[in-house]
């Protein structure tokens, strides 16, 4: 089972960028789902999670009111709408699915996700 990440790319200070994540060759869509980003030299920081039942996102203050992060069951996919970029904003991105009955105080932690994607480069210039 794999995550796909895309929608990365440059874009200039106040932009936005949606990013979105796919599962394939299985499903994850009854567990919780996060969104990480990591520059080089640095650890991985969170960024933003969403349980499975799609309500209630929880943001690192970094982001929020800027970021949002939704979910389609159907589709198995989460998405990442970035708004009001900032250089700071520049990172890998990745997605991730969290281990079954991972709770939403629990998904800001890297050790709580199992399955990672490959990541999708997001560039904000200034």
């Known amino acids: 089972v794999q995550l796909q990440a895309s929608g990365g790319g440059l874009v200039q200070a106040g932009g936005s960028l949606r990013l979105s994540c796919t599962a394939s060759?299985?499903?994850?869509?009854?567990?919780?789902k996060g969104w990480f980003r990591q520059t080089p030299g640095k650890e991985r920081e969170f960024v933003a999670a969403i349980r499975w039942g799609g309500d209630n996102p929880h943001y690192a203050d970094s982001v929020k009111g800027r970021f949002t992060m939704s979910r389609d069951n159907a589709k198995d996919t989460v998405y990442l709408q970035m708004n009001k970029l900032k250089p700071d904003d520049t990172a890998v991105y990745y997605c991730?699915?969290?281990?079954?009955?991972?709770?939403?105080?629990?998904?800001?932690?890297?050790?709580?996700?199992?399955?990672w994607g490959q990541g999708t480069l997001v560039t904000v210039s200034s």
């Open positions: 991730a699915a969290a281990r079954a009955g991972t709770i939403l105080s629990s998904l800001h932690l890297v050790r709580s996700y199992d399955y």
């Open positions: 060759g299985g499903t994850f869509s009854s567990q919780g």
